[in-house]
């Protein structure tokens, strides 16, 4: 906050002394006070002796005395609006000083003295913006039920009630009526309404500035119409101090983007301590209520010690079901054009794929098992969605209420009680029979079985659980997201159709004899992948980490032990200096480069949507088989087209900083004439 605001926050504060002071005078509160104090009898009906001795220190006694005959009208309870005033300046307070401790100790730019300890950890920040938001608007919300409850009952009677209407809390009033208080109620409601009313504008421009500054800072655009109608509808509902501590609290928001195109590093704009990245992908997915398990490597070992080695002999199998896919799920259109829903399509597509591999022929095709696989995503991110936004204090009461957290536990029952639970036992029953006759099944199951090292590993329901949860947020929602990109690239660009099309049917003029080779060799097809995921990447942000000692990069930045690190993986896409022309789609862009590099799977410092290095995501190609596979027969077999309705390339998605397809598009599809025979 620049020196100008801090000189008008001061001129403020002057002038609201100044004019409760003499509120105060007009009233007689100077007199009334010096009389109680004689007296030694606090005001009103009651019959309590005001205390004379509190702490042994006679000058601090005195303003104790003062305090306690001050606001004593709000502890007698005499006056409704009255208390209802004192119970919104309290949490509004509360709320105010939350912030300005947080900016107290992240700066510690003065006050040293009561700092004792930096709050310097993002879990600790958002905690105590918890506490003073749920303040401020807890209490808001109390003055705001009586309020409109005063104002429905004022319709119908008569009486005066402005004193269940204390405006003054939100609205600072200069003659407000004092009916039915006595000088006493009368300066102390003026003050509660001019100390908070101050408090609340200087705390509303100090947040709206710091929001606008961060903003600026990480070059977002800020939409001005739609803050002023986000910051009216906070105001109404969670009140000033609660809308200061939500715009301070979303500041912290845009840092993530900080500097994209400097060497490719994002940093927040304070510490973050996460222990590790377990405990973040549980933090970050709300863990505990979308089920979420994080307490194992079983997925990824059996990923990279039995699926990834077994490609090339399982690609059988992947044609095989996705020929009976397609004719269970495209439509009939040989000569005419039928809509289809195609995120919808490509996700049962790349289930039955994935169910042949990971569960085994048996339960492959059957319907719930296809159903739970595609669903479980859709009630983890609705929850995730749901959830948050809301204090994490309040998750443990919200949580089992919603219906998509409820979905995800019918469904996870109903995978580990009746489908792969009592198929884990079966398995085990006969490989411990010794029957010769016996030979295990060659799918993730078997695998996830066969590798688990403990009980808690190889139980049954946690097999289950961890299987539903990897074939369906790893495998199916993303690879269909991904092909789904790739359509509506081509539908707005069809220049690039043809060529990939000639390229498919030169490799694979029988698509049912499909091999790993075959599959590898489109390279014009890996190089369209490759393109369209730049313009449409998964997420902005991708590698997280957590440093494990400090560090000092090269141009002086500081990275303390704990700090949470990513990489800006989408403006690294569309930076001039990785990518030539980086604002034209060019689908051949990765052709005539390197053959290794211009796969669709290859991770690089420039190319990190499936992270990099060791911790690449090793499910990553399979995943790519499986929609290659899908795209080679649906560009050769169909035309497709928007209908009327769609102008353009449907806008993305935008889920925080992940990036999806508008799922809810629909397209034109035909056979068409003189395709290859697929059937």
Same mark, same amino acid.
């Given at each position: 906050?620049?020196?100008?605001?801090?000189?008008?926050?001061?001129? !403020?504060?002057?002038?609201?002394?100044?004019?409760?002071?003499?509120?105060?005078? *007009? *009233?007689?509160?100077?007199?009334?006070?010096?009389?109680?104090?004689?007296?030694?009898?606090?005001?009103?009906?009651?019959?309590?002796?005001?205390?004379?001795?509190?702490?042994?220190?006679?000058?601090?006694?005195?303003?104790?005395?003062?305090?306690?005959? %001050?606001?004593?009208?709000?502890?007698?309870?005499?006056?409704?609006? !009255?208390?209802?005033?004192?119970?919104?300046?309290?949490?509004?307070?509360?709320?105010?000083?939350?912030?300005?401790?947080?900016?107290?100790?992240?700066?510690?730019?003065?006050?040293?003295?009561?700092?004792?300890?930096?709050?310097?950890?993002?879990?600790?920040?958002?905690?105590?913006?918890?506490?003073?938001?749920?303040?401020?608007?807890?209490?808001?919300?109390?003055?705001?039920?009586? +309020?409109?409850?005063?104002?429905?009952?004022?319709?119908?009677?008569?009486?005066?009630?402005?004193?269940?209407?204390?405006?003054?809390?939100?609205?600072?009033?200069?003659?407000?009526?004092?009916?039915?208080?006595?000088?006493?109620?009368?300066?102390?409601?003026?003050?509660?309404?001019?100390?908070?009313?101050?408090?609340?504008?200087?705390?509303?421009?100090?947040?709206?500035?710091?929001?606008?500054?961060?903003?600026?800072?990480?070059?977002?655009?800020?939409?001005?119409?739609?803050?002023?109608?986000?910051?009216?509808?906070?105001?109404?509902?969670?009140?000033?101090?609660?809308?200061?501590?939500?715009?301070?609290?979303?500041?912290?928001?845009?840092?993530?983007?900080?500097?994209?195109?400097?060497?490719?590093?994002?940093?927040?704009? +304070?510490?973050?301590?996460?222990?590790?990245?377990?405990?973040?992908?549980?933090?970050?997915?709300?863990?505990?209520?979308?089920?979420?398990?994080?307490?194992?490597?079983?997925?990824?070992?059996?990923?990279?010690?039995?699926?990834?080695?077994?490609?090339?002999?399982?690609?059988?199998?992947?044609?095989?079901?996705?020929?009976?896919?397609?004719?269970?799920?495209?439509?009939?259109?040989?000569?005419?054009?039928?809509?289809?829903?195609?995120?919808?399509?490509?996700?049962?597509?790349?289930?039955?794929?994935?169910?042949?591999?990971?569960?085994?022929?048996?339960?492959?095709?059957?319907?719930?098992?296809?159903?739970?696989?595609?669903?479980?995503?859709?009630?983890?991110?609705?929850?995730?969605?749901?959830?948050?936004?809301?204090?994490?204090?309040?998750?443990?009461?919200?949580?089992?209420? @919603?219906? #998509?957290?409820?979905?995800?536990?019918?469904?996870?029952?109903?995978?580990?009680?009746? @489908?792969?639970?009592?198929?884990?036992?079966?398995?085990?029953?006969?490989?411990?029979?010794?029957?010769?006759?016996?030979?295990?099944?060659?799918? +993730?199951?078997?695998?996830?079985?066969?590798?688990?090292?403990?009980?808690?590993?190889?139980?049954?329901? *946690?097999?289950?659980?961890?299987?539903?949860?990897?074939?369906?947020?790893?495998?199916?929602?993303?690879?269909?997201?991904?092909?789904?990109?790739?359509?509506?690239? @081509?539908?707005?660009?069809?220049?690039?159709?043809?060529? !990939?099309?000639?390229?498919?049917?030169?490799?694979?003029?029988?698509?049912? #004899? #499909?091999?790993?080779?075959?599959?590898?060799?489109?390279?014009?097809?890996?190089?369209?992948?490759?393109?369209?995921?730049?313009?449409?990447?998964?997420?902005?942000?991708?590698?997280?980490?957590?440093?494990?000692?400090?560090?000092?990069? #090269?141009?002086?930045?500081? !990275?303390?032990?704990?700090?949470?690190?990513?990489?800006?993986?989408?403006?690294?896409?569309?930076?001039?200096?990785?990518?030539?022309?980086?604002?034209?789609?060019?689908?051949?862009?990765?052709?005539?480069?390197?053959?290794?590099?211009?796969?669709?799977?290859?991770?690089?410092?420039?190319?990190?949507?499936?992270?990099?290095?060791?911790?690449?995501?090793?499910?990553? +190609?399979?995943?790519? %088989?499986?929609?290659?596979?899908?795209?080679?027969?649906?560009?050769?077999?169909?035309?497709?087209?928007?209908?009327?309705?769609?102008?353009?390339?449907?806008?993305?998605?935008?889920?925080?900083?992940?990036?999806?397809?508008?799922?809810?598009?629909?397209?034109?599809?035909?056979?068409?004439?003189?395709?290859?025979?697929?059937?």
């Amino acid at each position: 906050m620049d020196s100008l605001l801090r000189y008008v926050f001061l001129l !403020l504060a002057m002038t609201s002394f100044y004019m409760m002071y003499i509120s105060l005078f *007009n *009233n007689g509160f100077f007199n009334l006070l010096s009389h109680q104090l004689a007296t030694r009898a606090l005001p009103g009906e009651s019959d309590i002796a005001l205390l004379s001795e509190y702490t042994g220190l006679k000058a601090l006694d005195g303003i104790l005395e003062s305090t306690v005959i %001050f606001f004593w009208p709000i502890s007698q309870g005499h006056h409704v609006g !009255l208390s209802l005033t004192g119970l919104s300046f309290s949490g509004g307070m509360v709320g105010i000083w939350m912030i300005v401790v947080v900016h107290i100790c992240r700066t510690r730019s003065f006050m040293r003295s009561i700092v004792m300890k930096e709050a310097s950890a993002r879990r600790q920040v958002l905690s105590v913006y918890h506490f003073g938001f749920a303040c401020s608007c807890l209490c808001h919300m109390a003055w705001l039920s009586v +309020f409109v409850a005063s104002k429905i009952l004022s319709l119908t009677q008569s009486s005066n009630l402005w004193y269940l209407c204390p405006y003054g809390v939100t609205f600072p009033l200069l003659n407000h009526p004092a009916q039915g208080l006595g000088a006493l109620e009368a300066g102390l409601f003026t003050f509660l309404q001019w100390d908070y009313g101050i408090a609340a504008v200087a705390a509303m421009v100090w947040s709206i500035d710091r929001y606008i500054q961060e903003c600026h800072r990480a070059e977002l655009e800020i939409d001005k119409l739609r803050l002023i109608l986000r910051l009216l509808g906070w105001i109404l509902i969670d009140g000033p101090s609660a809308t200061a501590v939500r715009l301070i609290w979303e500041s912290e928001g845009p840092s993530y983007l900080q500097n994209p195109n400097q060497g490719g590093f994002v940093y927040l704009c +304070f510490v973050v301590t996460i222990p590790t990245m377990q405990d973040r992908l549980a933090h970050d997915h709300v863990g505990k209520y979308t089920t979420i398990l994080n307490d194992s490597h079983l997925h990824t070992e059996v990923i990279q010690k039995r699926l990834t080695p077994a490609i090339s002999r399982l690609i059988p199998r992947i044609i095989d079901e996705l020929d009976h896919g397609f004719a269970v799920e495209m439509p009939e259109c040989e000569d005419k054009w039928v809509l289809i829903r195609p995120y919808e399509v490509f996700l049962r597509l790349v289930a039955r794929a994935g169910a042949r591999v990971f569960v085994g022929p048996e339960l492959c095709r059957t319907e719930k098992w296809l159903t739970a696989s595609i669903d479980f995503t859709k009630n983890i991110f609705m929850t995730i969605t749901l959830l948050r936004p809301i204090p994490s204090f309040l998750h443990p009461i919200i949580g089992p209420m @919603l219906p #998509s957290s409820r979905s995800l536990d019918t469904q996870l029952r109903y995978v580990q009680d009746e @489908l792969l639970g009592p198929e884990i036992v079966k398995r085990r029953q006969r490989q411990a029979s010794g029957d010769p006759d016996y030979e295990k099944p060659d799918d +993730f199951l078997q695998w996830m079985i066969d590798l688990a090292q403990n009980d808690k590993e190889g139980d049954p329901g *946690n097999i289950a659980h961890r299987l539903l949860g990897l074939t369906s947020m790893a495998v199916v929602h993303t690879s269909a997201m991904s092909i789904t990109h790739g359509l509506y690239d @081509l539908i707005t660009m069809p220049q690039w159709l043809e060529p !990939l099309r000639q390229e498919i049917q030169e490799i694979m003029p029988d698509w049912k #004899s #499909s091999s790993y080779s075959s599959l590898v060799s489109l390279r014009r097809l890996d190089s369209f992948l490759k393109e369209s995921q730049r313009f449409n990447p998964p997420g902005e942000l991708s590698f997280h980490r957590v440093v494990k000692k400090d560090l000092v990069l #090269s141009d002086g930045l500081r !990275l303390p032990k704990g700090t949470h690190i990513c990489m800006a993986s989408g403006p690294i896409g569309m930076d001039t200096k990785y990518v030539s022309d980086p604002n034209t789609f060019d689908a051949f862009r990765y052709v005539d480069g390197d053959k290794a590099q211009s796969q669709f799977v290859h991770t690089s410092a420039t190319s990190m949507h499936f992270g990099l290095g060791r911790y690449a995501c090793p499910g990553r +190609f399979f995943a790519t %088989f499986v929609l290659k596979a899908i795209l080679s027969r649906f560009l050769v077999e169909y035309e497709f087209r928007f209908g009327p309705d769609q102008v353009g390339r449907p806008k993305n998605m935008l889920l925080g900083d992940k990036i999806v397809p508008n799922t809810s598009v629909d397209v034109y599809v035909r056979k068409r004439t003189g395709s290859r025979n697929t059937a």
